[in-house]
């Protein structure tokens, strides 16, 4: 009914790739159904609960890249996913990302983080085919929503992982039947940021015991700031 041989293979972490899971096991029940946790993702849950964890206790098989690569009908789904996938590799060009930002902009890494440091009123979720490039893909779909006056990345991280399981659901079927449409970005409107861009360890004031820069240790990713106004 929803793709006879096909197989689907959830990559990444957190509530997102859990949720797009569960999705997935309720809804997906006569497809092969894989998952391919980060190899950070130690199997028990932390602030965030462990997709690797979830997955054994839905009986989902845990998958690598090379086995990944080797398979001809294969549907991969990036979901916060920490590698660059080298899709010279795989036998499939059916590679999806969600990236957390509206696409050509905040390209690479600490999207999160620069939408609230820059004062971005709009953010967003980005569907797009994985290419050679990182975050470069043509665009299938996107969700955006608003970032509230005093929202910290935090509280933005959190819409943003909800998003991405939205429009996961809502594109699911399409790209599974090959009818969906793409969009060539344009780069030059773009942005990129690499993973060395930011130092957090150098935003963090150890003098201010409170629940956000608590959470910067513990996600590496917000700093608490309050969107400028």
Known sequence: MHGK?????????NKCAIDCLKYLIKNYKNINILALPNESDKGYDGWQKSFKR????????????KDLQK???????????????NIKKFNTKN??????????????????????????????????KIDSGIDT??????LKFRISKNST?????????N???????????KILNGNYRIKKQNLKKGSYFSRKSVDYKSLINFDKKDNI????IKDKMSHGEKRKK
């Open 71 to 85: 398979q001809k009908n294969l549907f991969l789904f990036s979901l916060e996913y920490e590698k660059i996938l």
């Open 54 to 65: 979830f997955a054994k206790q839905k009986k989902i098989s845990i998958t690598n890249l």
């Open 95 to 128: 590679l999806f990302n969600f990236h957390f930002s509206l696409l050509p902009k905040y390209r690479g890494c600490h999207t999160n983080y620069f939408q609230i440091k820059n004062g971005e009123k709009i953010s967003g979720v980005t569907l797009h």
């Open 213 to 216: 820069v608590e959470q910067i």
């Open 163 to 173: 998003k991405s399981v939205l429009l996961f659901k809502k594109n699911i079927k």
């Open 5 to 13: 041989n096909k197989t689907i293979c959830i990559a990444g972490k």
């Open 153 to 161: 990345a935090y509280e933005n991280y959190d819409k943003l992982l």
């Open 137 to 142: 893909g043509d665009v299938i779909d996107s």
